[in-house]
C-alpha cells in the first residue's frame, strides 16, 4: 500500500506524490538540479490505433530505456497518461543536462516493438533548473511545462529550456485568446474578398473570403496572427462556422446582383481543426440549403499539413466532399512538406501555388523550375494552378508562358470589403463586356 501511494502502478516509476516528496527534500539540500517534462508525441494516435494495451506496453518499454539512459542521474515519475518528469540531481550544469536530453533522444529513436510493429516515436521535453527558474516544486513544474509547450511548437522531437519571454508570450496569447471569445460574440470580425483571374483572358473567375479582426482597441490584426491561435484554442470552429455563413450569405447577394457564371466560385479558407471536425459536412450542407446555393459554386482551401498529419481521413473527407460537388483547392502549395505523392493521393481540383514561389519570378532561376514545373506536374494530372500573390506584370507574363490557369494578387486587386468587391466586379463586368 506504502509502496503504491507513492509510485505508478503500470511502470514501476515514481508519481505524482513520489516525485513531488523527491523535489522538496532536493530544494531542502539547496544544491542545482533539473526537472524536465516531457510527453510522447502523437501518443494518442498509436493509443487509437493499436489500441490501449499497446499503448501500455509502449509506455513499459520508454520507462525501461528512460531508466537505461539516466540511470543514476536522477528520478524518473509518471505524471499519468504518457507524461514523464525527470528530476536530474547528479549533473553540475545545463550543458550536461542538455547532453543528457540528446542521449535519450538518441535512445527513443531506435524502433519499439509493439504488437509485431515497429513504431518509432519522439518525445517533447521541457526544462527548468533550479534555483534559477523556481525555487518551489509548483514552479519548477509550471516553468518546464511551458517550456515544453514551447518545445512542442517548435515541432516534434524538440527541447526546450525555460525563458522568463515564455511567461510574456503566455500571457500576451491568454489575452488574444479571451479578446477573441469576446470578439466573436461581439461579431468584430469582417470578411474581405479578393477577386481571382483567369490568365488566359483576364476574366474575373472567383473571389476567396479572407478574414480581418477589427480590434477595438488595438485596431486591424491580421488573420496570420491571430488563426493560429484560434487553431490552437478550437476556437476556430466557432470562428470558421460564423465565417463559412457570413461568406455564404454574400455570395447570395451577389447571385441577386449579377449574373454570376456557372464557373464562378466562391472559395474559403478551412483550417485544419475545421475540416477534420465530425460536423464539418453537415454544417457546410445546411448552411448551402440555408442560402440555396449549389456546391459546385464553393471551393474549399485546405493545407498541406492537414493532409500530412491526418492523411487517410483527409483523402475520405476529400472525396465525400468532391461526390457531393464541391471544390478542393490545396492552398500554400510548396510551404508544408509537400509531397508530389499528395497530388495524385487527394482527388484536388487545384493547387495554388505559394506566394513566396511568385515574388522574385523571373529572377530567381530555382523558382523560376519550380513553378513552371508544377504547372506542367498539375495539368498532367488534370489539376488546375492558381497562382496567389502575383504584383506585376512580369509575374503574369512568365505564368502566361507557362499555361498557368489563375491569378490572385495586388496587381489586380487588393482584397476587399463586401462593398469594395461589389463594385470592383460591376467594374470588371463593364471592361470585360466591351471587350466582347
Ligand atoms: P491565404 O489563404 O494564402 O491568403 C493569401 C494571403 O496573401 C492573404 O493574406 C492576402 O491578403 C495576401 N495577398 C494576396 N495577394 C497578395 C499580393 O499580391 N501580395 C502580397 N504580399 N500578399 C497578397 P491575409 O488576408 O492576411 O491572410 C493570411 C492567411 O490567413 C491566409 O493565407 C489564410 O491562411 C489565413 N486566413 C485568412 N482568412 C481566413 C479564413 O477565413 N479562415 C481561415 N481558416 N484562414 C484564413
Ligand atoms: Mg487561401
Ligand atoms: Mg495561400
Redesign the pocket.
Known sequence: MNFLAYHDELTGLLNRRGIYKQVEDQINKDLFFATILMDVDLFKDINDHLGHAAGDTLLKLITMRLENTVKNSGLIARLGGDEFLICLTEMKNSAEVKELIEDIQREMKKPFKIEGQQKEITLSMGISYFPKDGEDYNILIKHADMAMYAAKKAGRNNYSEYRAALEKEMLAKITMYEELKIAIEEEQFE??Y?PKHSVKDGDIIGV?????WQHPKKGFV???DF?PL??ETDI?IQ??NW?INQ?FRQFKEWEKEFPVPDSFQLS????PK?FIADNFIPLLLKNLGEFSISPEKIDL?I?ENLAIENTELTREKISLLKDLGFQITM??FGTGYTSLTYLSKFALDRI?I??SF??DLPYNNSHVAIVQSLVSVAKNLGIKVTA????TTGQLQCLYEWECDEV????YS??LSSIGFTNYWHKMICVQGNKD
Do not use: C, H, M, W
Open positions: 470578411l474581405y479578393q476567396e473570403a479572407l478574414i480581418r491580421s488573420p496570420g488563426i484560434a487553431e476556430i470562428l470558421g465565417i461568406a474559403i479558407n478551412i483550417s475545421q482551401e493545407t492552398d500554400d495554388k505559394d506566394q511568385i515574388r496567389e500573390g502575383v504584383e490572385q494578387g495586388f496587381l487588393k482584397p
